[in-house]
């Protein structure tokens, strides 16, 4: 087998604050392999953000400070020279933020935008460059490119904004794409053509991408595989299929019932997420868990453990001798530590 696209082990990411250190990403591994999609979801304030942005070193540092391994095609990004990094960001590794606006100048039209970043990229005229440039536009589905290239960013919708960004984060060919809720702030209509547009462009360019968001009806639709995470760690990992058909993690219990379209209730999870500068014991989740017992809340996070070929969960209730069944019947009179709800896909 080859080494994936991408492996991440042991990232971690602390940022000083007034309050004292804030851990925002505690150590989690994951990878990505050529041509995949795998999706990190989890709430608001998981970490998810922090860990993307970790990888290329786009967490401004001090006050950020990133540690462990992130190998991509066998180089550890964290120990690159900023120099090296800076082209691995550019031509290898492309971001799509989820607010074009903030991406993208103000004072420039679209295309000359793309174009400038191809000139960057390539060595091309600037006529080469125009029309490379007009082609993106229309290979990301922007109707009448040509016409479209000498317009500035407000004269775009925000759907056409996103696709544009798309288009230049396209202009290096980056075998990864780490797209970081990019379709949050479009209505529902748009984000679907966006998620198809991401698909269609991940076969032709033959990417590997790396997908963040909070929205597990979008993991179902393009992940391949999805990573779970809650308060810096990950709770659980695997097939998307599997963590859909059989969620080990009560976590990921709790998110997927919030989903109405997978016949959940819309509503939250009891209770909110703790503090990052003073994570509790044991499992994070353990304080707002139904099933925590004494186990659940000393050590650090539990140990994955697998539970069916490529799925792992961080849950003491699957170690050995114990009985995970346990966990689908509701513990009698078991209440989470707080009863604060917050929403489950804010
Ligand atoms: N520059 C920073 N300085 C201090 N703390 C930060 C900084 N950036 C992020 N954090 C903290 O790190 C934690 C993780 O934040 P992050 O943005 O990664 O969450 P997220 O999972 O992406 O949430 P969301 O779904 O809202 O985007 C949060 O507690 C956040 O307040
Ligand atoms: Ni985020």
């Known amino acids: 087998m080859s080494p994936p696209l991408l492996e991440v082990e042991g990232l971690t990411t602390t940022f000083d604050t007034d309050g004292g250190t804030l851990t925002a990403v505690d150590g989690i591994d994951f990878s990505v392999d050529e041509g995949e999609t795998v999706c990190i979801v989890g709430e608001s304030g998981s970490g998810k953000t922090v860990a993307t942005e970790s990888i290329?070193?786009?967490?401004?540092?001090?006050?950020?400070?990133?540690?462990?391994?992130?190998?991509?095609?066998?180089r550890d990004l964290l120990a690159m020279p900023d120099d090296e990094l800076r082209e691995v960001r550019g031509d290898d590794i492309a971001h799509v933020f989820q607010n074009p606006q903030e991406s993208m100048n103000h004072c420039y039209t679209v295309g000359w935008q793309i174009a400038e970043a191809l000139r960057i990229h390539r060595d091309v005229s600037d006529d080469e460059a125009r029309a490379r440039a007009v082609d993106l536009l229309d290979r990301v589905g922007i109707a009448n490119a040509s016409a479209r290239f000498d317009d500035y960013p407000h004269e775009l919708s925000g759907g056409q904004k996103q696709r544009a960004m798309i288009a230049m984060a396209l202009v290096g060919d980056p075998d990864l794409l780490i797209a970081d809720e990019p379709t949050t702030a479009l209505d529902v209509t748009v984000q679907a053509q966006i998620l198809r547009l991401l698909d269609e462009l991940q076969a032709e360019f033959g990417m590997g991408v790396l997908f963040v968001t909070h929205d597990l009806g979008v993991v179902a639709q393009i992940a391949d595989r999805v990573v779970?995470?809650?308060a810096?760690?990950?709770m659980e990992r695997g097939g998307v299929l599997d963590v859909f058909d059989r969620p080990a993690h009560p976590y990921t219990r709790r998110l997927l019932d919030c989903v109405p379209e997978l016949g959940g209730?819309?509503?939250?999870?009891p209770g909110t997420l703790p503090d990052p500068r003073d994570p509790p014991d044991g499992c994070r989740f353990a304080p707002r868990c139904a099933h925590a017992e004494r186990a659940c809340r000393t050590d650090g996070q539990p140990e994955e453990i697998d539970v069916r070929p490529g799925q792992r969960v961080s849950c003491v209730h699957y170690r050995d001798g114990r009985d995970p069944s346990v966990l689908d019947e509701d513990p009698p009179g078991a209440e989470p530590d707080s009863n604060e709800v917050t929403s489950g896909d804010d």
């Open 56 to 74: 290329t070193r786009l967490v401004r540092e001090p006050p950020g400070r990133v540690a462990g391994t992130v190998r991509f095609k066998g």
């Open 228 to 230: 779970v995470m809650y």
């Open 232 to 234: 810096g760690k990950v």
């Open 265 to 269: 209730d819309g509503g939250g999870i």
